[in-house]
């Protein structure tokens, strides 16, 4: 199998060349203008998990030396001041690139770019978040030049990426449970399990603020949160069923939601929830979460969500389907509850609704729950450990240019 995905590669390399060549001779005549360390492949900037993780690995390792190509159209700008704040040259060039009617113009873009990487006096890093664009030019990109991969978890980019398997050097992932589903994955596809050995594990981390928060948890409204987007996977319209059926046992519990998720749930259900919309002001996500008590997910598949680290930090008690890396981090019935039946979307609405109401009725619990997750948030999530970690990789794949 792993031998088919490399001659079908081959083949499209072949018919792709003549506008690769027409990409590196207008590289030619319009150069980059300037000397990059590194090149950052990310497709979008707006609001979202993975797009936050960018951002953070933009910022520990990049700087005004680097350069960051965005080659989706986001759906909105919400993230450009994170990235912002590597101090990187950004450029979104997904007019070019993310155009299915001129497609042709994405293939010459791949030789302008690879041209760009190959004709640094120094050899630069090429970082990949995870990107198509960033797949489609390794094989044009010089083997000297170190290319780094990061997958967030067992997705349609597990495939998309194995054609492409000899360019990466190194490959990070974010779960080890993550690792392991792709390992299996190299076994069943025949791919030679020496690429296993190019995986690299380095958990995401958030920013924690300066000293641990304090959370009292009284007997006022107790509001449950939902951050994220509306993708399938994250299932919103169940969350939204609970919200219906716990309002049906206990009218002092809101259910507020952070994104754009509100098309994605039915309009009968609407008055059952707080839409608050995609936020980017740290001060307002902040007092969003102090206010509130419970995260709550329902995802049918997870590596490890930001927004767990996030809200665990703020002493929120987490009600999360057992998916992923979740129940290495929450003990069911310690610092939140796992739904283990999460297949079956009305044990999840049950499960979910009978966990909140036990949060809502013990607040002793609660506020157990909160001391014990902050505490653990500010031993595991912090982000000098995610910074040193991102630094030493890049250092050693530029240590390997030299050597």
Not at 211 to 238: C, D, F, H, M, W
Request: charged fraction near 20%; proline fraction near 4%.
């Amino acid at each position: 199998m792993y031998k088919l995905f490399l001659a079908k590669r081959f083949v499209e390399d072949v018919i792709m060349f003549p506008f690769i060549l027409i990409g590196k001779m207008i590289a030619l005549f319009k150069p980059l203008g300037r000397e990059y360390e590194t090149f950052f492949f990310f497709p979008f900037y707006h609001v979202g998990g993975a797009e936050k993780v960018h951002a953070n690995i933009a910022r520990a390792t990049g700087n005004k030396n680097c350069i960051i190509f965005f080659t989706r159209k986001s759906q909105n700008n919400l993230f450009w001041n994170e990235f912002a704040q590597s101090g990187c040259v950004m450029k979104d060039i997904s007019r070019y690139t993310d155009n299915k009617w001129i497609h042709f113009v994405n293939i010459i873009f791949r030789g302008i770019i690879s041209h760009y990487i190959n004709s640094q006096r120094q050899k630069p890093v090429v970082f990949n978040g995870q990107c198509n664009f960033g797949y489609k030019i390794s094989p044009w990109i010089d083997k000297s030049i170190p290319q780094i991969e990061l997958i967030h978890s067992l997705c349609s980019f597990s495939y998309i990426r194995i054609p492409f398997l000899p360019f990466i050097t190194k490959t990070i992932m974010i779960s080890t449970i993550r690792i392991q589903e792709h390992l299996d994955l190299y076994k069943r596809y025949s791919i030679p399990l020496k690429l296993g050995g190019k995986i690299l594990f380095i958990m995401n981390a958030i920013d924690l603020p300066a000293t641990k928060p304090v959370k009292n948890v009284g007997s006022e409204e107790l509001i449950v949160l939902y951050v994220g987007r509306s993708t399938a996977e994250k299932r919103v319209q169940l969350i939204a069923q609970i919200a219906k059926a716990v309002k049906g046992k206990e009218k002092n519990i809101s259910f507020w939601f952070m994104g754009e998720v509100k098309e994605a749930i039915p309009s009968e259900l609407h008055s059952y929830c707080k839409f608050l919309g995609n936020q980017s002001d740290p001060k307002v996500i902040n007092d969003v979460y102090k206010q509130s008590h419970i995260l709550i997910l329902v995802s049918d598949t997870e590596g490890f969500p930001m927004v767990v680290m996030e809200a665990m930090s703020h002493g929120l008690a987490i009600v999360s389907t057992a998916v992923g890396e979740v129940p290495l981090h929450v003990k069911n019935g310690t610092n939140g509850f796992l739904i283990q039946n999460y297949v079956d979307a009305s044990a999840v609405v049950e499960d979910a609704m009978k966990a909140i109401l036990i949060l809502d009725n013990d607040r002793k619990l609660l506020q157990s729950i909160a001391d014990k997750n902050i505490g653990y948030a500010f031993e595991h999530f912090g982000m000098n450990r995610f910074k040193k970690e991102y630094q030493q990789l890049f250092s050693e794949m530029r240590s390997s240019i030299v050597s």
